[in-house]
């Protein structure tokens, strides 16, 4: 008997890695020329008016980017395999973040300053909620958002510190308040850190600063909120990210 099934394939949550730093930019800078990074790149700042909309194509080097069919096929059409990839750097007691639609993704990096608290406030409208449905309406419906930084420790920072987790608190409202799937990695507990998101693999690398062994994923947040479908793997011990 002849089953016929969809032609649909299964969906997973999107796999986390958290990693040491070095590792992680050791891959990437091996991957992309320094126009592709710079292409990719979402710089800190203290707050962004809008969800960035990172490119499509992105210039790999040419050691990496070969369109040429083998000889032994010379008669075949061949596609080149697109992704959308997003990083920012330097989060310490900042809170960053992937947004994932259908067709694009976005990512944030917002600072716990004044300013910040009172567009996340509203004090000068919802500047944060406007872009995610800015970006929601022209790319289609946002399948899920992964926020990650803030946190509870402040000393070191003074005041500017102790309003990281009001921030982060108010940027999850946002998503929260859209009904957006949400994963947390919240009260971070290292120096600092860096993400790279590939849409494709729907995979998170989180390079971690200083930490060539890390026991526990707890060491490096303090709160974790995953979906069902979601990986968390602890690669600091390895060196072998791909």
Same mark, same amino acid.
């Given at each position: ?46 707050? !962004?008016?809008? *969800? ?6 992105? #210039?790999? &080097? =040419?050691?990496?980017?070969?369109? +040429? ?54 004090? !000068?409208?919802? *500047? ?6 800015? #970006?929601? &309406? =022209?790319?289609?419906?946002?399948? +899920? ?98």
């Amino acid at each position: 008997m002849k089953i016929n099934s969809p032609k649909t394939a299964l969906t997973f949550g999107t796999r986390i890695i958290v990693c040491n730093r070095d590792d992680l930019l050791k891959d990437i800078r091996s991957k992309f020329s320094s126009r592709g990074l710079k292409a990719i790149e979402e710089p800190m700042c203290d707050f !962004r008016t809008s *969800v960035t909309k990172l490119p499509h194509n992105i #210039f790999l &080097n =040419k050691k990496n980017f070969n369109p +040429k069919p083998k000889r032994f096929m010379p008669k075949k059409k061949y596609k080149l395999e697109t992704d959308s990839y997003g990083y920012t750097g330097g989060i310490d007691i900042c809170t960053g973040g992937i947004v994932v639609g259908k067709k694009k993704i976005g990512m944030f990096h917002i600072a716990p300053t004044l300013d910040s608290l009172d567009l996340l406030r509203g004090a !000068r409208g919802d *500047v944060l909620g406007k872009s995610i449905d800015d #970006f929601a &309406n =022209k790319y289609g419906e946002i399948k +899920k958002a992964i926020i990650v930084g803030g946190r509870k420790w402040y000393d070191y920072w003074g005041a500017r510190g102790s309003e990281s987790m009001n921030v982060n608190a108010l940027i999850r409202k946002r998503f929260y308040d859209r009904g957006i799937s949400t994963t947390i990695l919240s009260d971070f507990k290292k120096a600092e850190m860096d993400l790279f998101y590939s849409r494709k693999k729907d995979r998170l690398e989180i390079g971690v600063l200083n930490s060539s062994s890390i026991p526990k994923i707890s060491d490096v947040f303090g709160e974790i909120a995953l979906k069902p479908n979601d990986e968390l793997i602890n690669m600091t011990h390895n060196s072998s990210l791909w």
